[in-house]
Nanobody
Framework: QVQLVESGGGLVQAGGSLRLSCAAS????????MGWFRQAPGKEREFVAA????????YYADSVKGRFTLSGDSTKNTVYLQMNSLKPEDTAVYYC?????????????????WGQGTQVTVYS
C-alpha cells in the first residue's frame, strides 16, 4: 500500500510564504509524475503544479505561475511546493498526488495515489 503524506500547511498573512512537503511511504513504486492540487470550499479540485520526472520544467497553473515553485526527488517520490506572495484566494486544502502512467498532469484522473491534504489559509 502506498501513502502520500503532506505537511507544511498553516495560517499565513497575505504576502507571506509557506513550503509544502509530500513524501511517499509504503510499498516501493516508481512514479511517472507527481503534482499538487488544491480544493477550496464549494469548489472543484484544481491543478496547481506538477512535474514529469523524465521531462524538464515543472508545469504550473496560471494563477500560481511566478509565485509557486515545485521541486522534488524522483528517487524518493518526494515533492515540495514553495509558495511565495500568497493571496487569500490561495486558501484551500492542498493535495499531493502521484501518477504511475502516461497522461496529462493537469487532470485528477491521471493520478493513482493521493494524500490526505494539508490546509493552507491566507488572511488579509
Amino acid at each position: 500500500q502506498v501513502q502520500l503524506v503532506e505537511s507544511g500547511g498553516g495560517l499565513v498573512q497575505a504576502g507571506g510564504s509557506l513550503r509544502l512537503s509530500c513524501a511517499a511511504s509504503g510499498r516501493t513504486f516508481s512514479s511517472r509524475a507527481m503534482g499538487w492540487f488544491r480544493q477550496a470550499p464549494g469548489k472543484e479540485r484544481e491543478f496547481v503544479a506538477a512535474i514529469v520526472w523524465s521531462g524538464s520544467s515543472p508545469y504550473y497553473a496560471d494563477s500560481v505561475k511566478g509565485r509557486f515553485t515545485l521541486s522534488g526527488d524522483s528517487t524518493k517520490n518526494t515533492v515540495y511546493l514553495q509558495m511565495n506572495s500568497l493571496k487569500p484566494e490561495d486558501t484551500a486544502v492542498y493535495y499531493c498526488a502521484a501518477a504511475l502512467y502516461r497522461g496529462s498532469v493537469y487532470y485528477t484522473h491521471v493520478y493513482d495515489f493521493w494524500g490526505q491534504g494539508t490546509q493552507v489559509t491566507v488572511y488579509s
